[in-house]
């Protein structure tokens, strides 16, 4: 399969690389033309959204995001949280419970087998949740199996571009839980043209700012001012990934094929 997801290999370019938006977002899901008009209130990964749309939130933490997006896409719309904490689940239900919001669910579930059927979300979000995943092409595929065709999957995560020392990488994870699992760029994108999407890439690239006494213990003088270069690659970066489900799928990526998640 020749997947046409963009990588990251020009920082400066990206935020024009995918579906043609910048770091706020689409708007053209579901047969709609142009950009929507920008809610200054919001955050910027939920310009994607428009009234009537069906959102999904992979690991949905404490719900106060999948409340947010009921706001944009009405009484018309719907949106479901899914998380595997029941913790969190309880939590939600509670906030959801003292807000005025009545179009949002929050369900127990895994992401890796998520709790809805197929073709459901006009768009899908995870934020900070992709790498603490023990099986992440198992989760880019519940997301592919879940999301309309030509419907959006925004994914906002960490990513490196080289090496990074593993003790560095183990105590900046306790800063944000995320980082630990965080891969090379282009590993990153592979999970998402092997299950399907074919359209689309990174929309937003940050330089991770680390504190300059934990660079301190693990790097030299030289790389530490590569790492709080916003030019150089070295260090970890924050991105938004936003794809797009193509109109068909073929045989290989079909949600029903059952040699789909064998490796």
């Given at each position: 399969m ?8 020009n ?6 690389s ?5 770091s ?16 200054p209130d919001l955050?910027?990964?939920f310009?994607l959204l ?9 690991g ?15 009484t018309?719309?719907?949106v479901i ?5 029941e913790?969190?689940i309880t ?5 959801l419970?003292?807000s005025?919001?009545s179009?949002v669910?929050?369900?127990l579930?895994?992401?890796e087998?998520a709790p809805?059927?197929?073709?459901f979300?006009?768009v899908i979000?995870?934020?900070?949740v992709?790498?603490?995943?023990t099986?992440?092409?198992?989760v880019?595929d519940?997301?592919?199996r879940v999301c309309?065709h ?7 995560d960490?990513?490196?571009i ?11 994870s306790a800063i ?5 699992g ?7 994108m ?8 074919t ?9 991770v700012?680390l504190p300059?006494?934990?660079l301190g213990?693990?790097?030299s ?6 790492y709080n270069d916003i ?6 970066f924050?991105?938004?990934?936003v ?7 073929s045989?290989?990526t079909?949600?029903?094929n059952?040699?789909?998640?064998k490796?």
């Amino acid at each position: 399969m020749e997947a046409e997801v963009k990588t990251i290999e020009n920082k400066e370019n990206v935020k024009n690389s995918a579906c043609g938006c910048g770091s706020g977002g689409c708007g053209s899901h579901s047969g709609q033309k142009g950009s929507p008009e920008i809610n200054p209130d919001l955050p910027e990964r939920f310009q994607l959204l428009k009234e009537g749309d069906r959102v999904v939130e992979f690991g949905s933490g404490t719900g106060k995001d999948c409340i947010s997006a009921a706001t944009v896409v009405g009484t018309t719309g719907k949106v479901i949280g899914i998380d595997k904490s029941e913790q969190n689940i309880t939590l939600s239900r509670a906030v959801l419970d003292s807000s005025k919001v009545s179009n949002v669910e929050f369900r127990l579930g895994d992401i890796e087998n998520a709790p809805l059927p197929d073709e459901f979300a006009d768009v899908i979000y995870s934020t900070c949740v992709f790498n603490l995943q023990t099986n992440k092409q198992k989760v880019a595929d519940e997301m592919y199996r879940v999301c309309n065709h030509n419907g959006y999957v925004c994914v906002s995560d960490f990513v490196i571009i080289n090496d990074i020392p593993e003790a560095l990488r183990k105590e900046a994870s306790a800063i944000a839980g995320c980082i630990a699992g965080a891969e090379k760029v282009d590993a990153f994108m592979d999970y998402f043209r092997k299950t399907g999407f074919t359209q689309g890439g990174v929309v937003e690239v940050n330089k991770v700012k680390l504190p300059e006494e934990l660079l301190g213990k693990y790097l030299s003088e030289e790389m530490i001012a590569n790492y709080n270069d916003i030019n150089s690659d070295e260090g970890i970066f924050s991105v938004v990934l936003v794809v797009e489900k193509p109109e068909t799928c073929s045989a290989e990526t079909c949600c029903h094929n059952p040699d789909k998640h064998k490796n």
